[in-house]
């Protein structure tokens, strides 16, 4: 969300995962009426000592849709890949869940 990383609070949260090899799933709200704002000013506003580290481009990107089927879509992106990392597994995953009749069936 814009102003995320201009949050003291936030960034401690972000340090605090990062420092304690904690996974950070990127969630990304486009929608700027939702207080979303583009990538590229999303990931200008963080500092640049977390920037590689929080934007990797090996990291999966959630985007946060608001559309009852497409929002099912995002939260089971992001259950996915809770789930991937609960097993150990080192690599991404935005496909090791899925909900019966959804649009990722």
Do not use: M
Not at 1 to 9: A, C, E, I, P, V
Not at 69 to 85: G, K
């Amino acid at each position: 969300s814009k102003g995320y990383f201009l949050s003291r609070n936030c960034l401690r949260e972000v340090r605090a995962a990062v420092t304690s090899s904690k996974p950070v799933i990127l969630v990304h709200e486009h929608a700027e009426t939702k207080g979303g704002d583009r990538l590229e000013v999303l990931r200008q506003e963080c500092p640049d000592e977390l920037r590689e580290l929080v934007f990797d481009p090996k990291r999966p990107l959630v985007r946060w849709h608001r559309l009852s089927d497409l929002n099912r879509v995002s939260l089971l992106q992001i259950a996915s890949l809770l789930h991937t990392f609960g097993r150990g597994v080192d690599q991404w995953s935005l496909n090791a869940l899925y909900l019966p009749n959804s649009l990722t069936e």
